[in-house]
């Protein structure tokens, strides 16, 4: 990533970021404004942009790239060891808590998803995907972004009692 002082703000992300002498050098994708009010941008180097843009016009799929839809499991997650991060989750109805220090606790699932039909309930803590440790909610993201559509899932989760389970979830697309 190269980090740049310009101005970038909301809305910005995926436009250029050009040098003094008008040559494109990257292209924008995040800014933070830290406390001090000074904005910190960044954005991909353009020899990497152009490479990932061939690469995806091309159709090669790689270990970075996902190439057509992807897959879609229909659940809300946050880390089992922020169970706040569920807003709301977890007052009243007895639950004391997680069944898990780690993993992807189980905010909500959608009627008739993937998770929705392997018996997945809110209060799940699924802990692996396909024998894949699933350490907190950004593990899970990143163990989806190879899924795609008809790829079958086997999840081991623990549910709101402590119980250790197993499931397959075929994953679907998800519809506009």
């Known amino acids: 990533m190269l980090q740049t002082d310009a101005p970038i703000q909301e809305g910005d992300s995926g436009g250029p970021l050009v040098n003094s002498d008008g040559k494109v050098i990257g292209m924008n994708t995040a800014a933070n404004a830290g406390q001090t ?3 910190v941008g960044f ?3 353009i020899n990497h942009a152009v490479s990932l843009a061939n690469q995806i016009a091309a159709g090669r ?3 970075t790239v996902h190439i057509g839809l992807a897959g879609f499991l229909g659940i809300n997650v946050a880390d089992a060891n ?3 991060d569920c807003g709301g989750f977890g007052g009243g109805g007895g639950f004391n808590g997680p069944p898990a220090s780690a993993g992807a606790l189980i905010c ?4 008739g998803t993937p998770a929705d039909s392997a018996g997945l309930t809110s209060g799940d803590v699924i ?3 396909n024998g894949k440790t699933v350490g ?3 593990t899970l993201t990143t163990v989806m972004a190879a899924a795609h559509p008809g ?3 086997a999840i081991s989760y623990v549910d709101a009692n402590g119980d250790r389970h197993s499931a397959t979830a075929t994953l679907s697309a998800l519809a506009k």
């Open 61 to 63: 799929a790689s270990a």
């Open 43 to 45: 954005a991909i180097p």
């Open 151 to 153: 790829d079958q899932l």
């Open 37 to 39: 009010g000074v904005t």
């Open 108 to 111: 909500q699932v959608f009627p």
């Open 127 to 129: 802990t692996s995907i």
């Open 82 to 84: 922020n169970p706040g």
């Open 136 to 138: 907190s909610a950004d």
